[in-house]
């Protein structure tokens, strides 16, 4: 086997392969999550992002356990709960367990100002002092791995990562995910690595996750090689390429690479995704739609030079719509 394709240990629980699917909001969902699964190489997937606040009142609560998809077929999951409250955390942490999380991810790293704003998901970053007693207070809460996702820090001049690893490591965290950009960047800028390095160096006794900007086989075996990660997660070249984790896994495996998909394959998995993704979901069919839409459209099913399945695509009202509109281009 070859060195980079170590499986991931965290706690506990192992994976086969060191390579994880990002958590991405709108876009992680059971089907989604599964139909990466089905195309190989993919280790631990992380569900969509659960917010420990919105749970808590009834008025969000409906919505947000609508976000509970995860199924026993799928294997161990990850559920990320976001929050900044360590009681609300742990009431969190809990309830997604007795739901069947296999592991909980703390969110370090939504920058989003609702959330941050708030002292939640990068806010931490800002508050080490907080973001311990959260950790502490979820990793008490339950008997599962815990891990936490952080980013760089929270500006270019506070760059707290090492900081706040060493903290988590402290705590009692099984991983250790770090998406190399800070809160500031949102996703634009590139991702440097040299975090991920130092964070790996500062919590040897963790398995360090590195993040950000991983598009392709080479890019996965750098951030392996250059950071000394265990493990490598994967988020956007993942949206409309859930066979990103089969070439990767592939290449490090054999040092061959395996070839994209052609137009009619692609389609028949996005064709897949769809079905998997209207029969397993549990938000009501319209908003399914509206969901799918947007991903969908980055299978890239047009021709190069045209766009008719895009321009379609953005105006799918119904099921039979969307199946008339992809069947013929899985021939
Ligand atoms: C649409 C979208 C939604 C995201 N939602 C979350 C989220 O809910 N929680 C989180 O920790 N990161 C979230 N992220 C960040 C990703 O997990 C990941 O850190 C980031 O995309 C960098 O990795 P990449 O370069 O492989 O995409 C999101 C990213 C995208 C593109």
Avoid at 20 to 25: E, F, K, Q, R, S
Wanted: aromatic share 4%; proline share 7%; charged share 25%.
């Amino acid at each position: 086997m070859c060195p980079l394709l170590r499986p991931l240990r965290l706690g506990s629980l192992t994976w086969a392969t060191p390579l994880l699917l990002a958590p991405m909001a709108g876009q992680t969902d059971h089907a989604f999550r599964q139909v990466c699964r089905e195309q190989g190489g993919l280790g631990l997937a992380t569900s969509e992002l659960v917010s420990a606040r919105a749970l808590k009142f009834p008025s969000s609560r409906s919505r947000t356990l609508e976000l509970f998809d995860w199924r026993p077929e799928e294997g161990p999951v990850a559920v990320q709960i976001c929050g900044a409250e360590p009681e609300e955390m742990a009431d969190a942490a809990r309830e997604v367990v007795q739901a069947g999380a296999a592991v909980v991810d703390v969110n370090m790293g939504c920058w989003v100002p609702k959330v941050a704003r708030q002292g939640g998901g990068a806010g931490l970053l800002r508050d080490p002092e907080r973001a311990t007693e959260v950790l502490r207070a979820v990793v008490k809460a339950v008997e599962v791995p815990v891990t936490v996702k952080i980013r760089a820090g929270w500006d270019a001049g506070s760059l707290s990562a090492v900081e706040i690893a060493r903290r988590a490591a402290d705590c009692g965290v099984a991983g250790v995910t770090v998406h190399a950009r800070h809160a500031m960047q949102g996703m634009s800028g590139l991702a440097d690595w040299q975090i991920i390095t130092r964070v790996v160096r500062a919590v040897p006794e963790v398995p360090v996750i590195g993040n950000g900007d991983v598009t392709s086989p080479a890019e996965a075996r750098r951030m392996l090689v250059e950071t000394g990660c265990a493990g490598v997660m994967i988020g956007r070249a993942a949206l409309g390429s859930p066979w990103v984790f089969r070439r990767v896994e592939h290449e490090l495996r054999t040092g061959l690479p395996l070839p994209e998909p052609d137009r009619s394959e692609r389609a028949t998995v996005a064709l897949h995704h769809a079905r998997k993704m209207l029969l397993t979901t549990r938000i009501p069919a319209s908003r399914a739609i509206r969901k799918l839409r947007g991903q969908l459209l980055p299978y890239a099913l047009d021709p190069s030079g045209t766009t008719d399945v895009r321009d379609a695509l953005v105006r799918i009202e119904t099921p039979e719509e969307l199946m008339e509109l992809l069947t013929p281009l899985t021939k």
